[in-house]
């Protein structure tokens, strides 16, 4: 068996630990790059530090940003009563490639998983509260609670309805997003179709 060097297993190793890449994709992707030329490599790894410099967390939001507060909150023409709640900055972008939506964000970084440990205070939810309660005073509200249609997907939409419930105004529509999608679905996988879909046939929870 041929002993592959240390830079390459170490790289191939590295990339094991990125989401959906297995071990012969990881060798494909290191081979990949051994044969492409030093100055796209060096590209690749100046854009991989750039973005943990230069990318930041909208303060409103909590999307990512080159700023403090990101282009959609700041955008003036946004209706900030309607607040579509997320699991990740990448659902942002999966919905708002379909065009159409008007609203402002919310991203949660993820959802309640008692199995990775992951709790309701691990997550932007409080946040997400009184946020809410400090525009509800303004009349009607929506909240659109689009976590995607797995088991702690449901539970973290749930667990946030019950929480808005409680709030003592009553001006809060809180919907779930539609049948688009089928249980065990990504946002970030769906089409655009059948993304617009579940957003239009978003139902009052």
Known sequence: ?????????NLIAAFERLPGIG???ASRLVFY???????YVAEMARSLLAIKKEIKICKTCFSVCEGEICSICDD???????ICVVER????????????????????????????????????????VKRV???????EI????????????????LYIKKRLESL????????????????????????????SRAMDGRREI
């Open 89 to 128: 900055a990448i659902d942002v972008m999966a919905i708002e490639n379909i065009g159409g939506y008007k609203g402002v964000y919310h991203v949660l970084g993820g959802v309640v998983n008692p199995l990775e440990h992951v709790g309701p205070d691990d997550l932007k939810i409080d946040e997400l």
């Open 168 to 195: 003592s105004d009553k001006n809060i529509k809180i919907s779930r997003i539609g049948s688009g999608l089928p249980m065990g679905a990504d946002l970030e996988y769906a089409d655009q179709a059948t993304l």
């Open 133 to 139: 309660e400090e525009i509800v005073t303004d009349g």
């Open 1 to 9: 068996m041929v002993e592959l060097p240390k830079s390459i297993k």
């Open 33 to 39: 790059l051994l044969n492409t030329p030093e100055s």
């Open 23 to 25: 071990p012969k994709s």
């Open 76 to 82: 003036s023409e946004r209706n900030k009563k309607i």
């Open 142 to 157: 929506e909240i659109i609670l689009a976590t995607n249609p797995t088991m702690e997907g449901e539970a973290t939409a």
